[in-house]
């Protein structure tokens, strides 16, 4: 990782962020959790205990992913939202990373998975601590760029930008696209983020199955609203259908 290119684009750009870099940690957000107390990136090359949503591990090869997180301190921004901010940042960077790509497809997925040609290249871990030093967010981000071998089992799930490119990309050049989008923008918090997100997502109308943690259904998405929660008509068991929101859970679709 040439961290040297990351500090001299935060100057040049003027971003008032701290940058911590961690050649191998257990996880960036564990990591900026107990030790960041100021706006800051924190940025490793290799994460042994990566994470994802639900405690699920984030599997990542060394020195081929962009694996990070930003922190946030004593900010006003709603604590439902700010994944959904930094999954219209990635969308955004990683759109204009493939410009010059016919056939390749970006989707978001609610609540905080970034799509690729229908395989998950992105997921983010939102995290909020309020301590003595005030309220604190921790945005973690797992993008796969240059690793072309994944586990079996996650062969028809995931992808990265080489796979579906066959092309490798500055790790650098993108993290510093992420950063500066994600300072430069922020205003957006003050307009209608999810405005923002649904113009990026394929997901509304969608037929899913959907888990809450305690069971499965079969839905077909509805809306997401202002506030990040879910729209679902849900199929029952009597063959009637119900109108439900969430703001948690998980969907995967039905093809």
């Known amino acids: 990782m040439d961290i040297i290119k990351i500090t001299s684009a935060f100057t040049d750009f003027n971003i008032p962020y701290g940058l911590v870099y961690l050649p191998e940690i257990d996880s960036t957000n564990s ?50 939202l700010v994944n959904f901010y930094l999954s219209v940042i990635t969308y955004d960077v990683l759109k204009d990373f493939l410009k010059n790509y016919d056939n390749i497809i970006l989707d978001l997925k609610w609540p905080n998975d970034i799509l690729l040609n229908n395989k998950k290249i992105a997921g983010i871990l939102s995290e ?52 500066y989008q994600f300072y430069k923008n922020i205003f957006l918090f003050t307009g209608n983020i999810i405005h923002e997100w649904k113009k990026r997502t394929f997901v509304i109308g969608k037929r ?48």
Do not use: H
């Open 31 to 80: 990591y900026a959790k107990k030790n960041i107390y100021t706006d800051s990136v924190v940025i490793s090359s290799f994460q042994k205990k990566g994470r994802g949503r639900f405690e699920r591990v984030w599997y990542s090869d060394k020195n081929k992913n962009v694996l990070m997180s930003i922190v946030l301190c004593n900010s006003s921004l709603p604590s439902n």
């Open 128 to 179: 909020s601590v309020n301590s003595n030093n005030g309220r604190r967010y921790i945005l973690g981000l797992g993008l796969n760029i240059n690793q072309d071998n994944f586990p079996a089992e996650l062969n028809n799930k995931v992808t990265s930008l080489k796979i579906e490119t066959k092309k490798c990309y500055s790790i650098e050049d993108i993290i510093i696209s992420l950063v």
């Open 208 to 255: 899913i199955k959907f888990n809450n943690g305690r069971y499965v259904s079969d839905a077909t998405v509805i809306n997401i609203a202002d506030d990040g929660s879910i729209a679902l008509e849900i199929n029952e068991e009597n063959n009637s259908k119900k109108i439900q929101s969430y703001y948690s859970g998980e969907i995967s679709f039905i093809y």
